[in-house]
């Protein structure tokens, strides 16, 4: 009887005291033998019987807390799934996050990377080609001082020369061609 409203619990009690007065009336009516007051008290006793039948029946229908319990349950299932949902949007957000940035460092350390080989192979370069122009230095003053440059130069100029400038050299050594 606690989770009856307070309309509920009068009508409930005034059906008791009305059968209570009803199984009196019928009683009385049986000791003084007499009919009609015996039916008064079953009429009595049956409507409070109805009565209370129709406050359990209210009850029973109007009855919400099963759904009630079901609704929080359910409503507690959904926030802790949202709860969920928000802590994955979180932690993807910050896998995200993290993946920015460790892209940016390795294309950072990428663009150092390069930097320092294109550095380094500009020195090897810059190393060598010094070295061959060494080299061909070295490789000239032997041949000159060996006179090997100058029939070389000669021969080559032969090769590399055109007909005009054959015919200047010619008269430069004093030699005419027709």
Not at 24 to 52: H, K, W
Not at 82 to 105: I, K, M, V, W
Not at 136 to 144: D, E, I, P, R
Request: include cysteine; proline fraction near 1%; charge should be positive.
């Amino acid at each position: 009887m606690d989770d009856l409203t307070a309309g509920s619990r009068t009508t409930a009690v005034a059906a008791a005291a009305i059968m209570i007065v009803g199984i009196g009336i019928i009683a009385y009516g049986i000791v003084a033998n007499d009919l009609a007051r015996s039916l008064g008290g079953a009429c009595l006793t049956m409507t409070a019987l109805t009565l209370i039948a129709l406050v359990a029946i209210r009850r029973w229908v109007t009855n919400t807390s099963v759904e009630r319990a079901r609704l929080a349950e359910a409503t507690r299932e959904v926030e802790a799934e949202r709860l969920r949902y928000l802590a994955g949007q979180a932690a993807q957000e910050q896998e995200r996050a993290r993946l920015r940035r460790d892209t940016a460092a390795a294309a950072r350390k990428a663009v150092k990377q390069l930097d320092a080989d294109r550095t380094r192979l500009a020195a090897e370069f810059e190393e060598k080609r010094a070295q061959i122009i060494c080299d061909t230095f070295a490789s000239t003053y032997v041949l000159a001082r060996e006179d090997r440059i100058s029939a070389e130069r000669e021969q080559h100029a032969k090769v590399v020369q055109f007909p005009e400038q054959e015919r200047t050299r010619a008269r430069e050594r004093g030699v005419s061609r027709t």
